[in-house]
């Protein structure tokens, strides 16, 4: 497995092309889901799609004869070149399913569409965390700090923390621009949380909060790379965000593959292999990208992997991308979530000799808040003429959202024992960690107990990335359906479940083998139901393509 050359990194860059060009060809999504038969003949959802199949196919027809200025010969074709899988075909299809199932319940399998595609914890019933909450209605809605009514209906540590919110805030105005890096008070916050987090000081002055964690991955592929020959070395699988961000800022994706026998695994000898192969190839690899805990793999790095990951950047001159988004959903004893801050700054590398950026978010840990659009990246080991063009790009977007500095301003500092909300904030979040624990443990067994399933187990993250041996006539039947077998499956599993889930093929995976990713996140009482339905679904499906 650790044996994947240039020619496989190539192998699989290629069938990716394949499958883009597959996928820009066959754009309707009617090929499979005119496939076999469902487990239900009577109930088949097949009459009550083809009504919205058909009007998808009357949009495209009357795109290609269109009259108007836009088309998709003459758009930018890096917008073309982009995917971005967790919102792709499979996720179109579920919500126009959902859609007609308001009116033909009776069409269907099944009663609801359950998206296990995406990290949107809150949006599967996952409750925010009442602290924060009231921090933030505190901070937009001012007036409640005079009532008398509010200290018996919010927290008194919620109360002072909006104040001293808004203390640094000029005008105590959350809907004013703040400074393009983020209000400095916040930033303060900030710098004091990753210095308690990491045992090293850590300077508000190198943090640029953003409006969650893409847009500052994309401001440093903006920054990083000006042409092809500009490359980024990427972990295979990786979380799209990567390749779609590489691909529309214009470089070239290096691929590096995470090993599935050792538990998606990250060896330095493979790194240096996809680094020379590049550099043979004329590129100019700038950067390296770790997510740890990792999407959609779910594995956790050990800190002397982390140390060799330093090292190895350090020699090559290489800036690390750490996507450490995941750094609170650690579900294992034996694991346990280092920064690379840390980890460099324990070696000795700093501020003069070590580029790191480091992308935290508000949408993922124990609070989840994807919708408010809250992260930041702290960029490190940066010459100060550069840091003047990175705020400068930040300058263009004017400022991230308010509320979601105040969230990322919260998530790095929690409450403190002996707060009001500390018991009830504390039961909270460890509720909500040692659930997500349960139900990755669940779903992880019951995905290994399946025929020609395997799955590592997720040690963090919010996935499973479980691996599935196809029968050939289900691979035939695919090709024949003009589909990547991977998502054939995905597709006849929404067909017949209403489970959405996402192919492997959208992250990237060694060629010949097929996975798909699946959220831990829907709620307990719905993870017996979904362990059935995924049961009976995958062995009717291979009783129907067993050689
Ligand atoms: C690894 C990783 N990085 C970054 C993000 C982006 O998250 P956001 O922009 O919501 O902060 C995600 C979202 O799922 C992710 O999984």
Not at 12 to 38: C, G, W
Not at 132 to 145: I, N, Q
Not at 224 to 229: A, D, F, G, I, Q
């Amino acid at each position: 497995m650790r044996r994947f050359l240039a020619s496989q990194a190539k192998g699989l860059v290629d069938q990716t092309r394949r499958h883009h060009h597959k996928s820009r060809l066959f754009l309707s999504p009617l090929p499979s889901l005119s496939s076999p038969p469902l487990p239900n003949p009577a109930r088949s959802p097949l009459v009550s799609l083809s009504r919205f199949l058909s009007s998808t196919s009357d949009m495209s027809a009357s795109d290609s004869t269109s009259s108007l200025p836009v088309t998709l010969d003459n758009i930018n074709p890096k917008v073309l070149k982009c995917e971005y899988a967790v919102r792709g075909e499979i996720v179109n299809i579920a919500q126009k399913l959902q859609e007609d199932l308001k009116t033909n319940k009776d069409a269907y399998p099944f009663d609801e569409i359950i998206y296990c595609n995406i990290g949107n914890p809150q949006s599967l019933g996952q409750l925010p965390i009442r602290f924060f909450r009231e921090v933030l209605a505190l901070c937009d809605h001012t007036s409640l700090l005079d009532e008398s009514e509010t200290h018996g209906l919010f927290s008194t540590d919620a109360i002072d923390r909006a104040w001293k919110i808004l203390d640094t805030i000029p005008g105590r105005a959350t809907g004013a621009y703040s400074h393009s890096q983020g209000i400095k008070g916040l930033r303060d916050t900030i710098a004091a949380g990753i210095e308690a987090r990491d045992g090293f000081p850590a300077d508000p002055n190198d943090i640029f909060l953003t409006d969650g964690a893409s847009p500052a991955v994309h401001m440093m592929m903006q920054l990083l790379l000006s042409s092809e020959k500009d490359g980024i070395l990427c972990p295979i699988p990786q979380y799209p965000l990567y390749s779609a961000s590489i691909a529309l800022h214009g470089g070239s994706l290096v691929p590096y593959y995470l090993d599935e026998a050792t538990g998606w695994g990250l060896e330095i000898s493979d790194l240096k292999k996809q680094l020379e192969e590049a550099r043979s190839k004329g590129i100019t690899v700038r950067a390296l990208v770790v997510i740890n805990p990792g999407n959609p793999t779910g594995q956790v790095l050990g800190e002397e992997n982390q140390r060799d990951i330093v090292n190895f950047c350090k020699q090559e001159g290489l800036v690390l991308l750490a996507d450490e988004v995941y750094q609170e959903n650690v579900y294992v004893p034996d694991k346990k979530f280092h920064s690379f801050k840390k980890v460099a700054r324990s070696l000795g590398h700093g501020e003069k000799d070590f580029a790191l950026v480091s992308f935290q978010s508000v949408s993922k840990g124990y609070y989840g808040e994807c919708g408010k659009r809250g992260g930041y990246m702290e960029v490190t080991g940066f010459t100060s003429d550069v840091r003047e063009q990175i705020y400068k790009m930040a300058s263009v977007n004017l400022c991230s959202n308010i509320s979601g500095q105040i969230l990322a301003s919260l998530v790095m500092s929690p409450p403190k024992p002996g707060d009001d909300s500390y018991d009830s904030y504390m039961a909270e979040r460890d509720g909500i960690l040692s659930s997500m624990a349960k139900r990755a443990k669940t779903l992880e067994e019951a995905l290994n107990n399946l025929e020609g399933l395997t799955c590592n187990r997720a040690e963090g993250a919010m996935y499973l990335f479980p691996q599935i041996k196809l029968p050939q006539k289900a691979i035939e039947a695919a090709e024949a359906a003009k589909t990547a077998p991977d998502a054939f499956y995905c597709k006849r599993l929404l067909n017949a479940t209403g489970i959405v889930v996402v192919p492997g093929s959208g992250f990237g995976q060694v060629p010949g083998t097929w996975h798909f990713r699946c959220t831990i996140l829907p709620q307990e009482d719905k993870i017996p139901a979904i362990v059935n339905r995924l049961t009976e679904f995958h062995k009717s499906f291979m009783d129907e393509f067993r050689e």
